[in-house]
């Protein structure tokens, strides 16, 4: 992560100039850390996070209000569809693949969002600044050619993944991280501690947290889950919760 001081610095004046001019103003696409050091700030201006789905983990930040500004504006985020001319000779494409042939451009991390890939497919969420760039340079992934197209995130990005029953002895946030991804409790812990787990967009403070329905756990090389809350009380006192898991 950038050094935290000059982060801090550096979106403080972004949410300065909004503030002063009654304009939006964005940031470039912020890590988790990154978004868990905005939002522990104490800004004046309102903001929001975006990065083209709702469970999305790299995002902007908005800074402004239809209220501050006097007009609603769309974010300045593109979907690209990066998809093999020949889908039948394509090799099996990676999120790795698709970043590595982005860098190889020139293109900084900052300004490309998530990855997602659909069907050997990739989805590319960057600032619209960028997208003109990617569409007439990127030519290839690994050593599949690609088309670079706008396109609007299919509809299986868009719809949440159906609701998955786990029994947890409680709502603490290692129990239920333990639990969607197979892991033993120490090793959600050691996670946890190691600062590799985030809940919506905010580093927990204990690995004893009670999550709450709503909250967004993404989980470092693991995929991250919303949780949805408990469902009911097994007979032996243990408690069913519901969460939709992205992997």
């Not at 868990?36 to 402004?64: M, N, Q, V, W, Y």
């Not at 394509?90 to 659909?118: K, N, Q």
Request: one cysteine or more; glycine letters at 8%.
């Amino acid at each position: 992560m950038e050094n935290e001081a000059l982060l801090k610095n550096r979106l403080t004046e972004l949410a300065s100039r909004a503030w002063g001019r009654g304009t939006w103003v964005y940031s470039e696409f912020l890590t988790l850390a990154e978004q868990d050091a905005l939002l522990g700030l104490k800004l004046d201006c309102p903001f929001a996070l975006f990065g083209g789905l709702p469970t999305s983990e790299r995002k902007i930040a908005c800074f402004g209000s239809e209220e501050l500004c006097g007009y609603e504006e769309t974010p300045p985020v593109v979907c690209l569809k990066l998809e093999p001319v020949q889908q039948k000779f394509a090799d099996a494409l990676t999120h790795r693949d698709f970043l590595g042939a982005l860098m190889s451009l020139g293109v900084r991390r900052e300004v490309l969002g998530d990855i997602e890939i659909v069907d050997n497919v990739g989805y590319l969420f960057c600032l619209k600044s960028i997208a003109g760039f990617i569409s007439e340079n990127l030519t290839s992934a690994r050593h599949t050619t690609v088309a670079v197209t706008v396109s609007k995130p299919p509809e299986r990005l868009s719809a949440p993944p159906p609701v998955t029953e786990l029994v947890v002895a409680s709502e603490r946030l290692d129990a239920a991280v333990a639990a969607v991804f197979r892991l033993s409790r120490s090793q959600a812990q050691e996670l946890i501690e190691k600062e590799q787990v985030f809940v919506s967009g905010r580093l927990p403070k204990s690995a004893g947290l009670d999550i709450t329905p709503g909250s967004v756990i993404s989980v470092r090389h693991y995929g991250r889950f919303v949780y949805e809350g408990v469902a009911r009380e097994t007979k032996k006192g243990r408690i069913r919760i519901l969460a939709r898991v992205y992997r």
